[in-house]
């Protein structure tokens, strides 16, 4: 079904199962030998979230090789320890105060290091919060920082959602955007979010997110053969169908023109960061080179 403005979905179906499709890349991530990442959080999560297919690959049953589709997991790996190693380099600035946009399944909160005095705002839609926060729960998992969850659709005003939860707009903030901006935004959101993150940020402040510099590229159609490998097993998304069409502004170019400084890492830099070289990292550079991964500070 393809995206609409007032679409609806679960981490079962449509652009939720995204969620679970990443926090099953981690859990299998986390079982091989050497670690580039260890989330012990993942595999829980996503036996609960309601995809079979992905239910077995967490759970170890199955492979994602055993689908055609083993190169996710250096991809999401990687990816997964690029914005990990952003909040150390975000403390180490003095930041205190961190903000994940559209958390999903993420378990950063739990999974990291946080420093003394420090605080973490998860937004998602509320029906993910309450999900994620009753799994943990029940696991008896303790959230590393202090955790405030906002659940409210980021279609709606979350700004003034997060303002009535306790962030502090005075103080710096560190942010992430993960799988947000690579074409499941429309334009204006896109461009509106950005606004809102940056009227959010006092001086100092930390942004990191992927994004897609050619808008014209569909990030879902280049895996549009993933999601024929998993119809195979039982699992039918259109990955053609989550993302929004048209073209969109430059990220990086949007940010500069709005007082950050900005740099930017390709999808080669994080494989080599993370030690996936070889044929293994020529495989997922075929798949997804396009994507971008930007960190960038406010004036």
């Given at each position: 079904?393809?995206?609409?403005?007032?679409?609806?979905?679960?981490?079962?179906?449509?652009?939720?199962?995204?969620?679970?499709?990443?926090?099953?890349?981690?859990?299998?991530?986390?079982?091989?030998a050497n670690p580039i990442i260890n989330d012990p959080f993942a595999g829980p999560l996503v036996r609960a979230a309601g995809v079979e297919l992905f239910a077995r690959v967490a759970s170890g049953e199955l492979e994602f090789a055993d689908v055609e589709t083993g190169w996710v997991v250096?991809?999401?790996a990687a990816r997964t320890r690029f914005f990990d190693d952003f909040f150390p380099s975000a403390f180490s600035a003095g930041i205190r105060q961190a903000v994940i946009v559209g958390s999903g399944l993420d378990?950063?909160?739990?999974?990291?290091?946080?420093?003394?005095?420090?605080?973490?705002?998860?937004?998602?839609?509320?029906?993910?919060?309450?999900?994620?926060?009753?799994?943990?729960?029940?696991?008896?998992?303790?959230?590393?920082?202090?955790?405030c969850t906002v659940g409210i659709d980021l279609r709606e005003d979350w700004p003034k959602a997060l303002r009535?939860?306790?962030?502090?707009?005075?103080?710096?903030?560190?942010?992430?955007?993960?799988?947000?901006?690579?074409?499941?935004?429309?334009?204006d959101a896109q461009n509106r979010m950005l606004d809102q993150l940056t009227a959010l940020s006092a001086p100092g402040s930390r942004l990191t997110a992927d994004?897609?510099?050619?808008?014209?590229?569909?990030?879902g159609s280049n895996v549009q053969e993933v999601a024929e490998?998993?119809?195979?097993?039982?699992?039918?998304?259109?990955?053609?169908?989550?993302?929004?069409?048209?073209?969109?502004?430059?990220?990086?170019?949007?940010?500069q023109a709005h007082g950050w400084y900005t740099r930017?890492?390709?999808l080669a830099d994080l494989l080599n960061a993370a030690g996936v070289s070889g044929d293994a990292g020529d495989t997922v550079l075929s798949r997804v080179e396009t994507i971008h991964y930007l960190t960038a500070t406010t004036n």
């Amino acid at each position: 079904m393809k995206r609409s403005d007032n679409d609806t979905w679960n981490l079962a179906t449509s652009v939720g199962a995204t969620a679970t499709l990443v926090a099953a890349a981690r859990a299998a991530a986390s079982r091989q030998a050497n670690p580039i990442i260890n989330d012990p959080f993942a595999g829980p999560l996503v036996r609960a979230a309601g995809v079979e297919l992905f239910a077995r690959v967490a759970s170890g049953e199955l492979e994602f090789a055993d689908v055609e589709t083993g190169w996710v997991v250096d991809f999401f790996a990687a990816r997964t320890r690029f914005f990990d190693d952003f909040f150390p380099s975000a403390f180490s600035a003095g930041i205190r105060q961190a903000v994940i946009v559209g958390s999903g399944l993420d378990s950063r909160a739990y999974r990291l290091e946080w420093p003394a005095g420090s605080i973490v705002f998860e937004i998602d839609q509320p029906e993910v919060i309450e999900f994620k926060d009753s799994i943990l729960t029940g696991l008896g998992a303790i959230a590393a920082t202090q955790l405030c969850t906002v659940g409210i659709d980021l279609r709606e005003d979350w700004p003034k959602a997060l303002r009535q939860a306790g962030f502090d707009p005075e103080q710096p903030t560190a942010w992430l955007a993960e799988g947000l901006m690579i074409g499941y935004l429309p334009c204006d959101a896109q461009n509106r979010m950005l606004d809102q993150l940056t009227a959010l940020s006092a001086p100092g402040s930390r942004l990191t997110a992927d994004h897609v510099p050619d808008s014209s590229i569909s990030v879902g159609s280049n895996v549009q053969e993933v999601a024929e490998s998993w119809k195979r097993h039982g699992f039918d998304v259109a990955f053609g169908d989550l993302t929004y069409p048209h073209e969109c502004d430059d990220v990086e170019k949007y940010l500069q023109a709005h007082g950050w400084y900005t740099r930017a890492d390709g999808l080669a830099d994080l494989l080599n960061a993370a030690g996936v070289s070889g044929d293994a990292g020529d495989t997922v550079l075929s798949r997804v080179e396009t994507i971008h991964y930007l960190t960038a500070t406010t004036n």
